[in-house]
C-alpha cells in the first residue's frame, strides 16, 4: 500500500487514567504479528498515536507534550489523515490540539489491511490481552470511538463541549 491509500480515521474517549506507570492502550488494532496502530497512554502519562506499516517495518507517530493527571476525567481525540509523515497526525487533549513530539520510526509507507481486530484498553500479545488501560472509560453516546474520517479542530472542540456537559464536568 501507500500512505496514500490509507484511510484517514480519528479515534477518541472519555478516560479517567488511574494509574500510569506502564504503557496503557485506549483504542488499539496491533497484536503480536499484525501492526496496525495504536492509541495509548505512554509509560510517562503522554498521548501517543502510533501507525505502524508492518512490512517495512516502521511507523509514523506523535506523543503528546502534556501529561495526563491520573484520576481526572479528559477527552483525549487522535486523528490521521492520508499522508506518510508526522504531519498527517494530530493529538487532542480536553478539544485542544497539542504541539507533539517525535515518536516515528524507519520510513513508513502504509498501514497494512491486517486480520488484527479492534481492541479496547489493552493489545493482544501471544493471544493475551497486554497493556491494559487502568482507570476509567465513560460509555454510553460520551464513550471511546472510531471513525474513517480525519475530525477537524472544530468537530473535535464541538464532541469535547457536547459530551462535557452531558457528562456534568
Known sequence: G???ADLAMSVGAWIRPSNVSAAREII???DTSNFEYEFLITSSAKLQLTAHDNSVPASIG???????VVDTWVHVVATKSTGIT???????INGVAET???????????????TSVLNLGH???SGAAAGLFAGKMAGGPCGPFLTQ?????GEVKRLYETQRAAMAL
Open 2 to 4: 501507500t500512505g496514500a
Open 28 to 30: 488499539s488494532k496491533y
Open 62 to 68: 506523535i506523543q503528546s507534550t502534556t501529561a495526563l
Open 86 to 92: 508526522e504531519t498527517a497526525e494530530i493529538l487532542y
Open 100 to 114: 507533539p513530539i517525535s515518536a516515528s520510526a524507519g520510513v513508513y509507507v502504509a498501514m497494512e489491511d491486517l
Open 123 to 125: 493489545y493482544k500479545s
Open 149 to 153: 474520517v480525519g475530525l477537524t479542530a
